[in-house]
């Protein structure tokens, strides 16, 4: 790789044989071929495999983006351990609303140190439950409050409140016995 060149995350492999046998199509999916052409190659049986590719690809991503979850629950056992999820999710379904109430007087009064104060503990938290956006969120509160920047702090804590109900929609749905 050249040193200026972004890595690539997924490259779709086509695996081209002589033959057409129903074990090679099987082996080739085995060992991580996203398609088989036995040679010789006809161009529509190229472009059609290409095709595929690209809008399997497409649906995945979009898929992925719509339906990824707002925090890694895998990640806390993970870590924690299967006991501790029911107690993390109590904790932060308990004690993160007042922290989000406490954010919105501090915006609302313009006490932008306190907002940072706040963000930044809400950001630790958010890292500790493999919650990604709201810790991004919590880290972009605290530059504004630190910058004094009320429009954008006001669009940030926005997307935090958003956010935050995106998590807590999510965990009711998981059914964590607390």
Known sequence: MLSNEK?????????LSNS??????????QLGFAAHLPKPIERSALLN???????????TESISKKEQAPISIERIIEKYGA???????KLFLEGTPPQIDEMRLALESASF???GKLAHGLKGVSASIFAAEL?????SLE???????????SSCFAKLEDEFSRINQFLKQQNIAL
């Open 7 to 15: 890595p690539i995350s997924h490259t779709d492999l086509i695996l």
């Open 143 to 153: 530059q504004a409050a630190k910058a004094e920047e009320t429009a954008s702090a």
């Open 49 to 59: 495999c290409f095709s595929k590719l690209t809008e399997l690809r497409a649906r």
């Open 20 to 29: 057409n046998l129903p074990s090679i199509k099987h082996g080739a999916k």
């Open 83 to 89: 006991d501790a999820l029911p107690t993390f999710v």
């Open 135 to 139: 810790k991004s969120l919590c880290t």
């Open 113 to 115: 140190e306190k907002l």
